[in-house]
C-alpha cells in the first residue's frame, strides 16, 4: 500500500500545486523554459498526466491502494505494487522457460471460464488485477521463449531487449515525430543506421521501425508502387490507381504469403503477381525470371526473398538484380528472417548481392530475438520511401531541420517506440554476438536434422542452409502424410518441444524452426529423442 508522499496528491494540494495544476491542464506543451515568471514551480509533479478531477467524496482520507480509487483520479499512484507484482510474475515465468511444457496446457473452456466473467462494474487494486490476469492466463501461455520451441519462426528475448521493451511502455512515447520524443527520435536513427551496416547495405538507406513483416513488405512495396508509377509519368499518391499503367509484380512461387497480402493492401491485388518457377529448394529461378520479365511489357517489381518460410533457402540475389535492373524493374528482398544471415560473415555468401536490391524487409522479433512486435523496412531510395509514407498537418510540428520524424518512414501515425528493443539488442550483443546468434541457430538446426536423419524412417527434405529443418516421417503401411501430421500432433502433445508442420513439395512435413537465443545442444537433442519416441509410438 502507498504512503501518502509530501508533495501534491488530490486531496493535500498546495496553493503552488493547484496553480501548477491549472497551468498543466491549460497548456499544449509545459516545460520549465515556457513557464512565465511568477508561476509558482511545479517540482516533481509537473510530469504527471493532468485528468479529470473531481471531488474525493466519500473516499477522502482513505489511503491510496490504487491510481483510480472509487472512481477518483488519485495523483499519487502506487506505481510499485503493480509493476512490482508484473516483475515477480514476469521473472517467475522466464525462469520457468527451461523446464516447464513448451505448449499451452489450457483448453479453450478452460481459458474462457478463468479469463471470462460480466464487465466489471468497480475499479480494482491494480497490483491485485495484474496477478490475477498472470494466474488465469498462465497455463495457456505457449512458451514461444523456451529453448525448445521451434515452432513457425518465433524468436525469444534477450534480457536487454526485453528491460527495453518494458522502459518503451513506462516512457510511453508516441514514436511518430521528434518533437514528441527527441531521445526515441535520436536512438532509432542510430538503430537504422547499425542495422544497415549489420546487414551490409549502402549508406544512406531509409529505415522504419513496423510491426513485423508482414509490415515491412506492404512499406516497400508501396515505396516501389510510388517509384516505378512516377518513373511511368504517374503520381500515384495523388490519382490513386485508376487509369495507372498496369504494375507487373514478379514473385517467386515459393514467396511468403504477406507478399500477396500486402499487394491486397497497396490495391495492386494479386492478379497482379506474375509467378516465377522455383528450384526443389524453393528459389527463384533468375532465368525463368528473364523470360517472365521479357514476357511482359510496364513497369515491374521483383519480389525475392532471403529465407523460404519452410526450407530456409535463399534466393540468387545478385544475379536476380542484375536481370531486374537490367529490365529496369524494382528488386524488394524479403528477408524476414534469412537477412539476418547478411550479419554473419561465415553465411555472408548465402545472401551475396543483396545490397543491390532497392528495398528490404526484416524483422527484429524473429533472429534478433526482440520482443513482439518489431518489423524493419529498409530501402535504397528515400525519397520514395518518404514520398509513399510521409504525412503533413496543420497541427502537427514536423521536423524542420536535421531531425528526424519516425512518421514520415511508416504506415503507422502515433506508434510506440519499438526501435528501442532494438537498439538495445544489437548494443547487448554487438556486432559479433548477432553473428554468433545467427550462426549457432544454423549449426543446432543442421544437429537437428542429422539427428533425426540417423534414425529409420526418418527423412530430411530440404537442404539445410539456415535454420530451417523439414523433416518427414514415414509409416509402414506407406501412408507418411497421415503418419507425419500425426507425429506433429503427438510432439505438440508431449511438451517437450513444440513445433507445426507444412505441406512441402505436395508431401506433409515437420517443419523446425530453430530461432531462440537460449536454444543449445542439450535443447537439441533433447527434442530429437522425444520426437523419435513420439514417431515409434505407433
Ligand atoms: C519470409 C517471411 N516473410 C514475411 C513474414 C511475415 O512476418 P511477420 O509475421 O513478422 O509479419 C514471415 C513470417 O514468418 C516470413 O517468414
Known sequence: MQQARP?????????????????????????????????PACGSDWAVKAVALRPSGEHAGRPHAAGIEGGNVVH??????????????????????????????A????????????????????????????????????????????????????????????????????????????????????AGRWLAELFGLPAGVSVGFVTGGQMANFTALAAARHEMLRRAGWDVETAGLPGAPPLRVLA???RHDTIDRA????????????????????????DALRRALAGGRGPAIVCAQAGNVNSGAVDPLTEICEVAHEAGAWVHVDGAFGLWAAASPRLRPLVAGVELADSWATDAHKWLNVPYDSGVVLCAHPEAHRAAMGVRAVYLIHASGAERDEVDYTPEFSRRARSLPVYAAIRALGRSGVAALVERCCALASRFAEGLAAADGVVVLN?????????????????????????????????????????????????ISVSNWTTDEADVDRSVAAILRCARAG
Open 7 to 39: 508533495g501534491i496528491n488530490r486531496r493535500q494540494r498546495s496553493p503552488a500545486a493547484d496553480a501548477c495544476l491549472r497551468v498543466r491542464l491549460s497548456r499544449e506543451r509545459h516545460t520549465p523554459a515556457h513557464r512565465p515568471s511568477g508561476e
Open 76 to 105: 499519487e499512484p502506487d506505481w510499485k505494487g503493480p509493476l512490482g507484482e508484473a516483475f515477480e510474475q514476469a521473472v517467475a515465468y522466464l525462469e520457468s522457460l527451461p523446464e516447464r511444457p513448451v505448449g499451452s496446457r
Open 107 to 190: 483448453d479453450l473452456d478452460e481459458l474462457r471460464a478463468a479469463l471470462g466473467g460480466p464487465l466489471p462494474e468497480e475499479p480494482q487494486d491494480p497490483r491485485e488485477v495484474v496477478a490475477a490476469l498472470a494466474t488465469a492466463a498462465e497455463p495457456g501461455l505457449m512458451a514461444s521463449g523456451s529453448g525448445r520451441f521451434f515452432g513457425f519462426v518465433i524468436g525469444g528475448a534477450t534480457p536487454a531487449a526485453l528491460a527495453a521493451d518494458w522502459l518503451t511502455s513506462t516512457w510511453d512515447q508516441n514514436a511518430g515525430l521528434h518533437i514528441l520524443g527527441p531521445a526515441v527520435s535520436v536512438a532509432e536513427e542510430q
Open 252 to 254: 517467386g512461387a515459393g
Open 263 to 286: 499487394l491486397r493492401f497497396l490495391g495492386l491485388g494479386t492478379g497482379a503477381i506474375v509467378p516465377v518457377e522455383m528450384d526443389d529448394q524453393g528459389r527463384m529461378h533468375p
Open 463 to 511: 537442404e539445410v542452409v539456415l535454420n530451417q529443418v523439414l523433416v518427414r516421417f514415414h509409416a509402414a503401411d506407406g501412408g507418411h502424410d497421415a503418419h507425419t501430421r500425426r507425429v506433429v500432433e503427438r510432439v505438440q502433445d508431449d511438451g517437450t518441444c513444440w513445433m507445426s508442420g507444412t505441406t512441402w513439395r505436395g508431401q506433409a512435413a515437420m517443419r
